[in-house]
């Protein structure tokens, strides 16, 4: 079936760096652009970041731009976040998800998540 | 930025009744706007997509309307299940923003 399996989270001092991998199954990953969307503790989600399904086109957050990467490996059907400079309201469950087959930026499958901590 | 404002923040409500959530963007966003249903612990599952249509397996006691800065979730004859978080997001432009959540608690 169609999922979504994080991992790479944990706990990190600020300033730290820490890289987040999706690994994807079920589907044509390289068919489908791909985001990142987190959720601090008691918070609302807040979308991080978009690839373009062949990876030429990358979008970010403010709250993210010059600190977080987004990149993919179509040949492994993983994604990733490059998180650099943490601070610690970048404490959140991080969730990858699939871009809408027919709709641009809806998300229709989403993976369960990981934890990042930013703490000394 | 586009802001999304959900209301109530909170909502009770009892097992058969007909709710209305409601969400609204600071800027028009013609159809562009999702509904995403939250279970604690869980990961967000998509409801409404383009502000009115249903999603695959999602059963037909939920609908979506609105268009421009005003949107409406409805559930009707509210099932156990149904109790959750509620949240909008707009797909119109980056950032692609989601509301602060409605709870729906029995």
């Known amino acids: 079936q169609v999922q979504l399996v994080e991992s790479g989270g944990g706990v990190v001092q600020p300033g730290r760096s820490l890289r987040l991998s999706c690994a994807a199954s079920?589907?044509?990953?390289?068919?489908?652009?791909m985001h990142w969307v987190r959720q601090a503790p008691g918070k609302g989600l807040e979308w991080v970041a978009v690839?373009?399904?062949?990876?030429?086109?990358?979008y970010y957050a403010d709250s993210v731009k010059g600190r977080f990467t987004i990149s993919r490996d179509n040949s492994k059907n993983t994604l990733y976040l490059q998180m650099n400079s943490l601070r610690g309201e970048d404490t959140a469950v991080y969730h990858c998800?699939?871009?809408?087959?027919?709709?641009?930026?809806?998300?229709?499958?989403w993976g369960q998540g990981t934890m990042v901590t930013v703490s000394s | 930025d586009i802001q999304m404002t959900q209301s109530p923040s909170s909502l009770s409500a009892s097992i058969g009744d007909r709710v209305t959530l409601t969400c609204r963007a600071s800027?028009?966003?013609?159809?562009?706007l999702n509904w995403y249903q939250q279970k604690p612990g869980k990961a967000p599952k998509l409801l409404i997509y383009?502000?009115?249509t249903l999603q695959s397996g999602v059963p037909s006691r939920f609908s979506g309307s609105g268009s421009g800065t005003d949107f409406t979730l409805t559930i009707s004859n509210l099932q156990p299940e149904d109790f959750a978080t509620y949240s909008c997001?707009?797909?119109?432009?980056?950032?692609?923003?989601f509301g602060q959540g409605t709870k729906l608690e029995i």
């Open positions: 079920g589907f044509t990953f390289s068919s489908y652009d």
């Open positions: 997001q707009h797909s119109y432009i980056v950032p692609y923003t």
């Open positions: 800027q028009s966003i013609s159809t562009y």
């Open positions: 383009a502000a009115s």
């Open positions: 998800a699939k871009n809408h087959r027919t709709t641009f930026n809806t998300f229709d499958i």
């Open positions: 690839i373009s399904y062949d990876g030429s086109k990358k």
